[in-house]
T-cell receptor, first 112, second 117 residues
Framework: QKEVEQNSGPLSVPEGAIASLNCTYS??????FFWYRQYSGKSPELIMS????GDKEDGRFTAQLNKASQYVSLLIRDSQPSDSATYLC????????????FGAGTTVTVRA | GAGVSQSPSNKVTEKGKDVELRCDPI?????LYWYRQSLGQGLEFLIY????????KSGLPSDRFSAERTGGSVSTLTIQRTQQEDSAVYLC???????????????FGPGTRLLVL
């Protein structure tokens, strides 16, 4: 079992719709969770971090964390063509350690 | 302020040659990471430096790969006797380190695209 798993996609959504991305992780003691966006040919860019169960909203992005079920999700509301990118889920699997484990990424395409 | 910088941005080399990739972290960041990303793949962890502690080398794929960090700042990733399967984008990231959750957020450099012919 991979430490961090994501649906590879591609996920295609029409402009204005909600894009929903899911990520599961293997280690129950994980404490920190991140979503990075990576445009083609570019480096990953942090868009959200979440540490507590529940929802965290930032503009059109909402991260949801459920530690009991070991999943974290990202919702993109009112999707725009500029949201077309690969979204990487990253998890700090162990406390007292800054090393992150990354999922393989979900590619999102927003159709105009 | 300035972000993470990496050089060169692109490197083409012949199989069997050695290459050195450089990373300048964000000023004041104590933690530095190297990742490798092959075409269409996720990030593969290579090595992690935290302050003056011994580096975590658990992700290095072979003994041809090594890295050092001088003076707690600039890092160099060296690949000896390059092979075609080493072709990838090599990404460096840094984080503030220290205590507190915000200290672990990683910021990435633009990467070095390595092509081994």
């Amino acid at each position: 079992q991979k430490e961090v798993e994501q649906n590879s996609g591609p996920l295609s959504v029409p402009e204005g719709a909600i894009a929903s991305l899911n990520c599961t992780y293997s280690d129950r003691v994980s404490q920190s969770f991140f979503w990075y966006r990576q445009y083609s040919g570019k480096s990953p860019e942090l868009i959200m971090s979440i540490y507590s169960n529940g929802d965290k909203e930032d503009g059109r992005f909402t991260a949801q964390l459920n530690k009991a079920s070991q999943y974290v999700s990202l919702l993109i509301r009112d999707s725009q063509p500029s949201d077309s990118a690969t979204y990487l889920c990253a998890v700090n699997l162990r406390s007292n350690d800054y090393k992150l484990s990354f999922g393989a990424g979900t590619t999102v395409t927003v159709r105009a | 302020g300035a972000g993470v910088s990496q050089s060169p941005s692109n490197k083409v080399t012949e199989k069997g040659k050695d290459v050195e990739l450089r990373c300048d972290p964000i000023s004041g960041h104590t933690a530095l990471y190297w990742y490798r990303q092959s075409l269409g793949q996720g990030l593969e962890f290579l090595i992690y430096f935290q302050g003056n502690s011994a580096p975590d080398k658990s992700g290095l794929p072979s003994d041809r790969f090594s890295a050092e960090r001088t003076g707690g700042s600039v890092s160099t990733l060296t690949i000896q006797r390059t092979q075609q399967e080493d072709s990838a984008v090599y990404l460096c990231a840094s984080s503030p380190g220290g205590s507190g959750r915000l200290q672990e957020t990683q910021y990435f450099g633009p990467g070095t695209r390595l092509l081994v012919l």
